[in-house]
């Protein structure tokens, strides 16, 4: 089994300092995507074990998702997080890496971000959700997406989100 705890460090490193704008984005939005009464989100497979050793009072439970005898785990939040340690889908929204037929990884927009986040709406100076933000939540997806767990994970959001992009504009 991998060294969860380093790999998640590590993804998390890559995507510290490297987001959609130079700015907490939540400005724009009033934090759209942190919302205490939000549905919660998905962790990547074992990332409650990183989570486990910050100071957050996230909830984690496990989702109905099972992936190899593994239950997929949920977490929510009331809204505010120490932003050093919030998890991988919030680093990463609101893109997502999605796994090719034949294998490989492209970088798209997460359809549930569609009418929610105002960073896709257009190319306005500033936000990097097509550039170097971008490549850095590739970059980190070819990394965790070694481990077979994560990279099941991936192959099966991957199945889920174009299922949902069928009924969004
Ligand atoms: S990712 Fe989008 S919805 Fe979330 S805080 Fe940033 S601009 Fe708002
Ligand atoms: S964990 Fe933090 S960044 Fe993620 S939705 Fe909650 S408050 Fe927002």
Known sequence: MSDYINLYTR???LLETRTPMMFDCGALCSSACCNENGLGMLLFPYEEEYLAKTNNDFIITDSNIEIQ?????????????D??????????????????ETGGISVEFDPRAYGTCPLLLT???GIYTRGLFRLM???????ISHDPMI???????????????????
């Open 151 to 169: 990279n099941s994970f991936l192959v099966n959001m991957t199945k889920e989100l174009k299922t949902i992009k069928l009924f969004r504009p």
């Open 137 to 143: 939540v590739l970059k980190t997806a070819h990394m």
């Open 83 to 100: 932003r050093h340690t919030r998890p991988l889908a919030c680093r990463i929204f609101p893109l997502f890496p999605f796994t090719g």
């Open 11 to 13: 993804a998390y490193m």
């Open 69 to 81: 005898g593994y239950k997929v785990k949920l977490l929510r939040c009331n809204g505010t997080c």
């Open 123 to 125: 190319d306005i100076e």
